[in-house]
């Protein structure tokens, strides 16, 4: 192999579900270096949501929340969350995949998961985790126990209100936090960007309003007025900002000075005193605030609001000096080190036409100035002002207060093209002043000096100009005359910068030349921004360049490189869709109080009030929260551990080089939207199955209390409707899950609250797995009614919000019902991702969309080296898919065996220090955990209390005690106080005693040395509100820990050496495919046979349902085994004997009965199949005619059988199965029947076939054959368990077609069989001739198999099934480790599913053989032997078998009995030490002495 | 746009105003209708239960008359005649034989070129829409109504590809779009009883009298239909289903087309509005 396609010894797993955990933790115990990628924050899948699982009832979250702890902290897997695969190259062994990560904007390594952040966030967004039913924060984390335990925020970009605001002010998070009534919140969120919050909530031009997603709905929301009720609220209830502005201390000896007091200049100031900089303003008027101050009236912005906060950015400490115009910048360079020009636009643009310089004529920023600084203006009693602007809007509405009888307005354009403000415009028009429109100043005419008429001249639009505006045009001879007394000039200002002429440069406007990206001007140290650079602009605007400036100077006064490195904003746009679903409140846009327009005149009382509160909330509630994630940076104030980064890119693209990948993204839930006749979504008591998962659990929304959504009230009657997205045309399929689940659902509901009745509508009951029929059953039995009938829509009674439902009873009666909850049982869907994956990584995906895979290679996409499993390649539960992941896994392990180990981290850690003798010296470590126990418990002193227990030699406390930093401490620690006992007390051991424990590893001290107080969930949590006692039974915590610390041992695990050998017991299919797999990974196989020929009840089956050749894949598999060198294969062999435990297993052979040499292998792999059933009903073995399925699929594969022709064939369904004998479904039967329907009807299309049956349970894709049957015409009569059908064979008149031509003729052929049975459709007795009766008979467990049970001591179910350790997630291994189980001996299965499990039980098996050594439990029981007298009581309680009863001659010759524990088989449960009269057994480091001082520590009484 | 115009045999009977109002319309929507000369009956319920040939020819019968027009799109209004159109056209698409024997008998080479269209499917275009929305002359807001669109011009989903089969939602949008507050409810695609109404009246005023409930239980002042028969049924039988199940709704049945002339400020008497049994006079004089 070249050195370019060397292959690499890491794989990655796509898909963090159920399916994605299992292999990735098979390839990692097997030495393969896993990435797990996952596109959601945490991984966990559906599996997470689910409250219980059939059939066994387990807590979902208890089942898998180990799982997900042992992924996340094993050091081979590497999670990557937020994650989707972008692209791969390569060949098998040896892929390059791109990832493309979004960002968590919150650094994983250091999040504690403390929730702090998620406590002060303001934006509620519906919580996908539990279906929306309920909301949770834009910080979230989907579950508490979630993997990687940190938080992540949602965040779509900026929302349009943001983006087009020239400060990027965070709307959306002042108005999320005005709807919590945290208004001090809201004021510090404005104020971030914005040192004038109430001058902008009155007189901005918000862009930002403009610009927002509700003026697609109806009006934007009321931004800039929320803003001011803000600032109006804080200024009124909190007047000197306690806590809300503080004084900078200078933290830089440079000074600078900024000439101008105007937004720009005094944000500027203001911005640079907070970084630390000794900052004067030099302002030129007597008063600051330049335009805001002069320009603007105080009908619109009262002084007083304008000087209030000109004051806080003094009392930040800005120098302010007024009356002090800076005309000279060389003498100030002197004594500052910088200095901005801020100076504004203060020249008025002149008219240029006749009479401008008549008595009664002014500028109208001359004019707003003198009234503003309160100077008497003289006006006449007609005033016209010119221009369309702000200043002219201000300055007629000015006039008119001042007392003009008529002021009145001249605009050369239309109504559409003016400059001012759409709500000034209207403003001006409430008030009743006239716009000339259209007509532009001719000349003045002046009476004695002074003014007397204005002569205009109408004008029309011409073509657009360079402002985008259409040009006015002069309408020649149309000029008019109005009396006047004034005439006030608002048509724009210019800057007045002569004077600075010779100390910077000036371009030809007058403004002056800067850099555009460092803001300084041609003099070096001197900037320049807001008007006098930009022209005339905005009170934002001013801000925005105050900023920049701020910033600029800082870094030339630092010596920092300008560069564009601020956060690339992107505007959220939101479709049509998701703005429907984003509205919150249909109100319409709050208008506030305003004074009314006839006591407007003569005053300059503010025009509009603010928004009272319940107005506030109710325009705030209309926000559509765009961006989702505000950034108001509330979190970011709150996170201790400093982990949020709201400057994350949003997208990174990850490369990574992996040998092998293996897809497993899951799947999606039908959506239920698309059968809008059952009204989900608008009927508001539909919901979703997993909805109702969601419902019932106890971590759900309503804390498992069962209500329905529309009025939180406890539903009596609970409909469950099946099918809804399954067996259907489109989605031809069935998602094999949905029976059970509805059916547990219900079972479920009814424990939680007896009297709900519930009834599930279905089509089939397809309990169909192992131990469904049986909980089925149950089901029956609690009163959960079944209708077989699929009800074609639901109606709504609007009144109560009930359901009703019509369907047709069993007696064909049309019933309506009304129900007061209904739960679709949605089907699984390919996963939305299908497509994708398929185009990137070239695999093909079948009919159904799902991925392809064959019969045969059931875990291999179509593309070598990427394999497959879980939903993404059929629906199916739990248990199939986590097999088919350990069958990926396998595959993985094959192809990269040469690699192996070669990228994987030992863990190594440092000698360790001998304790022995010394005298206690113990370490607590107490933990804040943000403020998640500080904020009840009294940390400091629980600390200053452990420093008084005796050999406490050093105590402290810690923010977050599992940080990393914390964690290098407490090594410190352990150094510097030759510390030789470590106890924390914060939060539970479940989650991080292993962390601790390797900690002080690491530091040198024996792991378990190591005791942990759990103060946070026994404390803090519980007792949330009485800190007092929380405290003291925190402390009573520590005590107890301390007391065992003092006793602690070190402990050690015994390695075990492990025999790289696997004994696979049953050579058919799966022991076959499972020996070949773990042949392919180089370890030596022994495979035993009982019988003298391989293949096992393979051997009977001659087609499949896709026409594949199963008798051709037989061979090739037994070839490949016979030819495999490390197979050693005995035929017609028995095991006598096994002995020893997991990694070293001794079995004796007997070959033909004579006696071999021993066996040794680390593993075994049961595989002893099972067989189909012989039945005893229906005159079976009575006429050759009347068959089993498997009989007659060997006769129809006969050329020239007269079996190939009947002209009619009964088959019976359920023959040996689901009786009282054998009360399971036995699977296969339903899909072979219909799978030989199809071949007979292949054959000769016109022979009637008749199926009668129960269920149909053609699960999964057999359901599509089950629809070809019937549209081919084979005949489905279903018959009921108490009437089964009856055969009888009759003399029959007339010979059968069959007979005649048949030269064979049996002696029956005169006689003909009838089935009769009654249809429960019609209710009417039907009976049919057939020329064969096929029995489907169902599997039963193999006669050996109690046997091979007892030699193995592993058990078997009630029906002498093997019983697998766990029913869900650990469906291949046997509670006993090293022992493994696949194929029929586990439960019926199709070839498919056994080659599946097969595959699987090798990559479980690999785990172990992979390793050279395993290490034991150190907590297991040690038997004492001088206090044990045999009295066994321990022996039968123990749940592993991993004690026994032995006796031995003692040293005085006497008989001693005792108990010896298998320590591989003991898992430290401490059930025996509980049982023993003796101390004759205890469980290490749970010693009786260490538990006494723990309960004699808390039994001590406490001062 | 100009559209051949299929009246039927109803729109010139007991749906007089759904003619009268439909026509009024379209030229404000800027559609031009053209009635098809020489049209014949549809064939209806009679026909096809009678023979399946005779069900097809009928409607390629006046189909062809279209095709002879050389216009290749008819607006059919009534349900009924709708469906049967479109029926035909379907079963001639999918039968090559079925069209021979048919031209044989309609005595014309028929190509099955014409689309057969419910003035539901025009108006729902976003062009239509626009124009009705740009001649609203009247506010009808306070307006509460229930689309109704009854069986048949959804079903069979196949041949009938109208809209959303189970869920139809064109009307509720071209209402809703004219100012109408539409409300959501459970019985849009229920069976009225169709022409049960003349031999099994019981079942009739059943099924109407399950509508009328839900209607007035949304709140809902009136329903909107788009089917002569559903109109038909609604309109005529409601004082009689009123005495039956003892109840005192009062729901006048709307055309969906004379609400559009509503909204365009046509007048009662333009659009037929004094024609129905259960006088819309009240209402209308309340929320307009």
Known sequence: ???????????????????????????????????????????GGVMSQLDKTFPTNDCAMCTMSPRLVEIGRHKDIEIITLSDVENIEGEPGNFKVTLKKKARYIDEARCTGCSECQDVCPIEISDEYNMNLINAKAVYRLYPQAIPNTFAIKKLGQAPCRFSCPIGQRAEGYIALIRGKRYE??????????????????????????????????????????????????????PDLKGLEEEYPPLFSEKIAVIGSGSSGLTCAYDLVKRGYSVTVFEAEDKAGGMMALSIPAYRLPKDILEGEINLIKKAGVKLKTNSKVTELNSLKADFNAIYLAIGCQKNQSLRIEGEDLEGVMPGLDFLKEVNRGREVKLGEKVAVIGGGNVAMDSVRTALRLGAKEAFIVYRRSRAEMPASEEEIQEVEEEGIKIHFLSAPNRIKGVDGKVDKLECVKMELGPPDDTGRRRPIRIEGSEFTIDVDNVIAAIGQVPDTTYLKDQVEITTFGTLKVDSETLETTSAGIFAGGDVVSGPATVVEAIASGHKAADRIDKFLRGEEVKEEEIEFTKVELSEEEIKRKIKSKEKRQKPKSLPVDKRKANFEEVHQVYTEEEAIAEANRCLECGICSECLMCVEACKAEAIDHSMPKEELLELDVGAVILAPGYEIFDANLKQELGYDRYQNVITALEFERI??????????????????????????????????????????????????????????????????????????KGFDAYYERAKELGIRYIRCRPSSIKEVPQTKNLKIQYQAEDGEIKVEEFDLVSLSTGLQPPKSAKDLSEKFGIKLNEHNFCYTSPFSPVSSTRDGIYVCGPFTEPKDIPESVMQASGAASKALSLLKDVKGSLITPKEYPPEIDVTGQEPRIGVFVCHCGTNIAAVVDVPSVVEYAKTLANVVHCEDNLYTCSADTCERIKQMIKEHNL?????????????????????????????????????????????????????????????????????????????????????????????????????QEFDVHLIEREGELGGNLRRIHYLFNGEDPQKELKSLIEK???NDKIHLFTSAKIESVEGFFGNFKTRLTVNGERLTEIEHGVIIVATGAKEYKPKEYLYGQDERI?????????????????????????????????????????????????????????????????LYRDIRTYGFRESYYREARDKGVVFLRYEDDKKPEVKIQKSEERSQMSETTEQRTTNNEQRITISLTDPILNTPISIDADLLVLSAGTVADEDANTVAQLLKVPLDQDNFFLEAHMKLRPIDFAADGIFLCGLAHASKSIEESIIQATGAAARASTILNKDEVELEACISEVVDENCDGCAYCIDPCPYDALTLIEYIAKDGTIKKTVERDEAACKGCGVCQATCPKKGIFVRGFKIEQISAQVEAALQPVE | MI???????????????????????????????????????????????????????????????????????????????????????????????????????????????????HPLEIFSSSNVLELAKRNIKKDLSKLKVVCYYGCLLTRPPKVMQFDNYEYPLSMDEILSRIGVTVLDWSYKTDCCGASLALTKSEIVLRLINNIFENAEAVGADAIAVGCTLCHTNLDTRQEEAKKVYNKNYNLPIFFFTQLLGLAFGMSAKELSLHTHFVSPDKLLSKII
Not at chain 1, 212 to 233: H, N, Q, Y
Not at chain 1, 718 to 733: L, M
Not at chain 1, 984 to 1011: D, K, M, W
Not at chain 2, 77 to 106: G, H, M, W
């Open chain 1, 1 to 43: 192999m070249t050195a370019n396609n060397k292959k690499i010894g890491s794989a990655m797993v796509v898909g963090g579900g159920i399916g994605g955990m299992q292999a990735a933790l098979d390839l990692a115990e097997s030495g393969i270096k896993v990435y797990l990628v996952e596109n959601k924050p945490c991984i």
């Open chain 1, 1187 to 1251: 068959i089993t399925q498997l009989e007659l699929e060997e006769k129809l594969s006969t050329p020239h059988s007269v079996f190939r022709t009947p002209q009619s064939v009964v088959m019976i369904q359920c023959v040996g199965s689901r009786d009282t004998e054998r009360p399971y479904c036995s699977r296969v039967c339903c899909s072979e029947a219909v799978k030989n329907a199809l071949k007979i009807k292949e054959i000769n299309p016109d022979t009637n076939v008749y199926i």
């Open chain 1, 185 to 238: 919140d809201a004021y510090r969120t404005i104020r971030r960007d914005n040192p004038f919050p109430s001058v902008c909530g009155r007189v901005c031009v918000h862009p930002c309003e403009k610009a927002c997603t509700r003026g697609e709905v109806d009006e934007p929301v009321s931004i800039m007025r929320l803003k001011r009720f803000v600032a109006d609220w804080v200024y009124e209830h909190n």
């Open chain 2, 3 to 117: 559209y051949s115009y299929y009246p039927g045999c109803s729109l010139d009977g007991t749906a007089k105003e759904y003619n009268l109002s439909l026509k009024a319309i379209c030229p404000v929507l800027g559609i031009e209708l053209k009635e098809v000369k020489d049209w014949i009956c549809c064939g209806a319920t009679s026909a096809h239960q009678t023979s399946h040939l005779l069900s097809v020819s009928l409607p390629a019968k006046s189909l062809a008359e279209v095709e002879k027009e050389g216009l290749d799109e008819v607006v059919v209004p009534c349900a009924a005649c709708f469906q049967r159109l479109k029926t035909a056209r379907y079963e001639l698409e999918n039968s090559p034989e079925l069209l021979k024997d048919v031209s044989v008998i309609i005595d014309y080479p028929f190509e099955n070129k014409v689309k057969v269209l």
């Open chain 1, 696 to 769: 019932l659990s106890a971590s759900g929304p309503f804390q498992g209390k069962i209500l329905r959504p529309s009025d939180n009230s406890h539903p009596k009657r609970i409909a469950f409707i099946q099918c809804v997205g399954s067996r259907e045309v489109d989605r031809n399929y069935c998602s094999s899950v949905c029976c059970m689940y509805a059916t547990k659902e219900a079972i479920i509901a009814k424990e939680h609250e007896p009297d709900i009745e519930c009834t599930i509508f279905f089509i089939d009951l397809r309990a169909f797995g």
């Open chain 1, 1121 to 1123: 085994v016979k030819g």
């Open chain 1, 980 to 1080: 030789n006992r470590v106890i924390v007390a914060s939060c539970t051991p479940r989650t991080h005693e292993p962390l601790f424990r390797s900690t002080i590893q690491e530091a040198g001290l024996n792991p378990y040395l190591f005791e942990m107080a759990n103060i946070r969930d026994q404390c803090s949590w519980v007792h949330m509100r009485e800190g007092e006692l929380a405290t003291k039974k925190s402390k009573d915590l520590v005590r107890m820990a301390v007391a065992k610390a003092r006793l602690l041992e070190p402990l050690y695990k015994r390695k075990v050496k492990i025999n790289k050998a696997a004994l696979v017991i049953g050579g058919g299919l799966s022991g076959m495919v499972s020996a070949l797999e773990l042949a392919n």
